[in-house]
């Protein structure tokens, strides 16, 4: 282990060669640090100091490699929007497995480390305005409890990157469990061999599920883990109102991770068919869309599987599919699981979903925000939003008192239960847009750094996040996000 604390190992670059190529980041100007997560570097084994250092520096850059570092860009492949394609790390670059102190194996990968066989034409490189974004909400989805790859710094490179204008150029750390996608296993499907396949499933195993391999079918039991995470993962964003923005199934992450963080955002006005990203012009991505693509997304995973589940074709697609059919109901058991927590309800009644589902309907009929509604009803603040004083919620309100009265839990245990289960703030995207552009035009990192602290427990509730729940003002343009690259 060096001074740094890297302690890196390489079972990536142990696998076939056509899962990637070998290859340095390219070398920067003049890098410089603008943020470092310390709490995750500490967490990792390094040593914060020495990260900042001129040497630590550039290891976060790409201008120098890390002792025990075999750096590569994985290949993959991928449907964009539906349409299939062969893609890959084109501006990122994994440098090794950190080995943490727990005996932990995590990805550590630069992402704006330069062009790589493919990068299909582009520049390789990243702005700080999209890294950062990556850094804040990343951040926050792992505080508010969901599954998620994690910022460990952002540097400056001291170039310039031309996108529509020319913006300064940037290089985010992230750190996954693994950066295996639903997308590495269409590529192996699609240009590997039967064996290649079967490496990279029996690898998969082994990095996320290590305690299963005397299952009496481990590709079986490997599709329906990654059915049970994805399940969970995608619950949890619609519960807070996460809105990825592009669910390609290269950005579908087999550890059940959050990956990618493009042209994401949060859902203020509750609608399903809410959008963000600039691209998504029809809304496939939207948000009352994101369940059934995840399970689109993981049907495609079971195709790539089908040579292992079965020696015979058609005994392997029907394994292949009652394992996706069950996606839909564990999903949906996550989801009303957590919106019952959300309405400080412990037990189960068959009408709690219609119970749910009318309360949804009164916010999207009077565009109340999703995070300020339930905050309001845990808090019962209900003066403070657009709901208060029309019948149809009145009466919602009394079911829903009647149905808390019919619990053996007392409402001081629903009530904590509630504030347990409903954020305070999310990263409204109106602040995450002030904390960039402070960064980006004027090199001002305190809002961004005020922003973080506030997103770091979202379910505190205190005074000091109150002016970080209150909505944007009026516009007459809709927000939109976009992918950054």
């Known amino acids: 282990m060096t001074v740094t604390g890297w302690n890196l190992d390489n079972s990536y670059a142990r696998l076939p060669k056509t899962f990637f190529t070998s290859l340095n980041p390219i070398a920067v100007r003049s890098p410089k640090l603008v943020i470092l997560n310390y709490p995750l570097a500490k967490s990792l084994g390094l040593n914060v ?26 290949a993959y492949a991928g449907h964009q929007f539906g349409h299939f394609a062969l893609l890959g790390d084109g ?61 460990l710094a952002v540097a400056t490179t001291g170039e310039s990157v031309i996108r529509e204008t020319e913006q300064p150029g940037a290089i985010l750390t992230r750190v996954a469990t693994s950066h295996l996608r639903v997308g590495t296993f269409q590529f192996v499907s699609e240009w590997g061999t039967a064996p290649d396949l079967r490496i990279l499933a029996d690898y998969t195993l082994y990095r996320h599920f290590p305690d299963f391999d005397v299952a009496p079918n481990n590709y079986l039991l490997l599709l329906q883990e990654v059915i049970k995470r994805q399940a969970m993962l995608i619950a949890k964003w619609q519960l807070v109102g996460f809105i990825h923005g592009v669910m390609n199934t290269d950005n579908m992450a087999l550890s059940g991770e959050t990956i990618d963080y493009g042209p994401c955002a949060f859902m203020d006005v509750y609608d399903p068919a809410t959008v963000f990203s600039s691209i998504d012009v029809k809304g496939r991505y939207a948000y009352g869309n994101q369940p059934s693509i995840a399970g689109w997304n993981l049907a495609r995973f079971a195709e790539t599987l089908l040579p292992l589940l079965h020696v015979d074709q058609d005994q392997a697609v029907e394994l292949a599919q009652d394992a996706i059919s069950g996606f839909t109901e564990l999903y949906h058991n996550h989801w009303l699981s957590g919106m019952r927590a959300k309405l400080g309800i412990f037990n189960e009644e068959k009408q709690d979903e219609s119970l749910i589902d009318d309360l949804l309907s009164n916010m999207q009929k009077y565009r109340a925000d999703y995070t300020n509604t339930f905050r309001a009803l845990t808090f019962d603040t209900l003066k403070d939003t ?21 619990q053996q839990e007392s409402k001081a245990s629903s009530h904590q239960l509630m504030r347990n289960s409903n954020p305070a703030v999310i990263p409204r995207n109106h602040r995450v847009e002030a904390a960039l552009e402070a960064a980006v035009e004027k090199e001002d990192y305190s809002v961004m750094e005020k922003l973080l602290d506030v997103l770091s427990s979202p379910y505190a509730h205190s005074t000091e996040q109150a002016d970080y729940c209150t909505l944007p003002e009026l516009s007459a343009r809709p927000y939109r996000t976009f992918c950054g690259t």
Do not use: C
């Open 49 to 74: 100091e020495a990260l900042r250092s001129k040497d630590g520096v550039e290891v976060l850059a790409g201008n120098r490699i890390p002792e025990g570092s075999l750096p590569l860009a994985q």
């Open 91 to 151: 501006r990122a670059v994994l440098l090794g497995e950190q080995i943490t102190p727990q005996g932990d194996r995590v990805d550590i990968q630069l992402k704006g480390s330069g062009r790589t066989p493919y990068s299909r034409g582009g520049d390789g490189r990243a702005t700080l305005g999209p890294m950062l974004r990556e850094y804040i909400i990343s951040e926050a989805m792992h505080a508010l409890g969901i599954a998620t790859t994690r910022s």
């Open 386 to 406: 657009v709901l208060y004083g029309n019948s149809e919620f009145a009466k919602w309100h009394e079911l829903w008192q009647e149905r808390l009265g019919r």
